[in-house]
């Protein structure tokens, strides 16, 4: 079966002097119009209710603040203007999050940040894209590298918008386009993951996906950092340094995304069934020893890759509820052994003496209350 699917393909833009300055001024103004909405609608918040009406952050109310700020700072007339409406789509619905899915409340972006990005939605001939370049209403050309790959893509797909991103001292340009993949076939077998910290990930039929090596990378980019902060910021030696700092970033980055990118579609090639738990990533910042290398795998990251995968190629997608105490259940008989820590990592069930690994047995129990959550087969799958 052939679907439809929006993608996002990650251009690198080597834009010159005059278009860095246009396109770090429009970074700034979304910057700039993201901090004020966000100000402003707290403002507004608290003096419409102190006379008694509720203020609900929604795209209309964003719309009118928008106008009211723009009449007070001209130069924002000279930016792009979807870019600029884009904002406080995105900050309605980062509200949106905050109140219905219990994410934090949105806050302030910094110049110092080193992502920035803004945003222009298609809008009849504002985007166009040819062989080389990348035309840009209101903003001008810029010359991109890619694969012929994505090339291919660009001509043939629907494109919807674009997202300029700056990123560790290089510019990006990430296209999202409609196009359609072909659903991959079928294999009949189930797989249940347990997300961990000694291993990237431990599958319910034994299988263990060993972390990364990032080591040489951390140790350049803590070495780096370290020289940055002795140095005078923005001096012609702090910049020198910044380079090497950011050049090591962006190659541990790709690294995990290269990976991540290799094990998701092993995955859903090899299964049709993929059971996850929800991962209770502030619980696990609570625990400071695990704090660090959680920073290193961004397994949120991870979860989402074979979340979108699952469903572009026609599998099936499981989250396990984040109670269900899968590593303390014996799998075989279902007794809840309340003695186990974080350090242990085998153990025998004293019920029906079977021998546990800690996350293989975590991995089969995934799998199997997945399945009981979700009511998809009636009986056990054997592994
Ligand atoms: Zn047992």
Not at 80 to 107: H, I, M, W
Not at 239 to 251: A, D, V
Not at 350 to 362: E, Q, S
Request: glycine share 4%; charged share 25%.
């Amino acid at each position: 079966m052939v679907k439809e699917i929006n993608k996002g393909l990650k251009l690198k833009i080597l834009p010159n002097g005059s278009m860095v300055e246009v396109l770090e001024q429009n970074m700034g103004n979304a910057r700039f119009i993201w901090n004020n909405l966000l100000g402003m609608y707290f403002n507004l918040y608290l003096l419409f209710n102190f006379h008694g009406y509720p203020l609900y952050p929604n795209i209309r109310n964003f719309n009118a603040m928008l106008k009211m700020l723009k009449q007070e700072n001209a130069f924002l007339y000279e930016g792009e203007s979807t870019s600029q409406q884009q904002v406080f789509r995105d900050l309605n619905k980062a509200f949106t999050k905050f109140f219905k899915e219990g994410a934090g409340y949105p806050r302030f972006k910094s110049k110092k940040n080193p992502k920035q990005s803004f945003r222009i939605q298609k809008n009849g001939n504002n985007i166009r894209i040819t062989n080389r370049r990348i035309r840009l209403a209101k903003l001008g050309y810029v010359h991109y590298r890619t694969s012929t790959e994505y090339k291919k893509l660009l001509k043939t797909s629907k494109i919807n918008n674009v997202t300029i991103k700056r990123e560790n001292g290089k510019y990006y340009a990430i296209v999202n386009i409609t196009t359609t993949v072909e659903e991959l076939e079928k294999t009949g077998k189930s797989i249940g993951i347990d997300l961990g910290l000694k291993n990237l990930a431990t599958l319910s039929n034994g299988q263990e996906i060993t972390n990364l090596d990032l080591k040489r990378e951390d140790k350049m980019i803590q070495k780096y950092q370290k020289k940055l902060s002795r140095q005078k910021y923005m001096s012609k030696n702090y910049q020198k340094t910044l380079k090497k700092y950011y050049k090591w970033t962006n190659r541990k980055n790709n690294k995990i995304q290269n990976a991540y990118h290799q094990l998701s579609k092993y995955l859903i090639t090899q299964y049709d069934i993929i059971a996850m738990e929800n991962l209770n990533i502030k619980g696990m910042f609570k625990n400071k020893k695990w704090a660090p290398k959680l920073q290193k795998i961004s397994l949120y990251k991870l979860l989402n890759m074979i979340k979108y995968k699952a469903e572009w190629y026609g599998k099936t997608f499981i989250q396990v509820n984040r109670f269900y105490p899968s590593t303390k259940t014996c799998n075989t008989c279902g007794y809840k052994n309340k003695n186990i820590t974080l350090k242990t990592r085998q153990w025998t069930c004293p019920i029906c003496k079977t021998k546990h690994h800690r996350d293989i047995n975590a991995a089969k129990n995934i799998l199997n209350e997945s399945i009981k959550q979700n009511n998809l087969i009636k009986k056990r799958i054997k592994i």
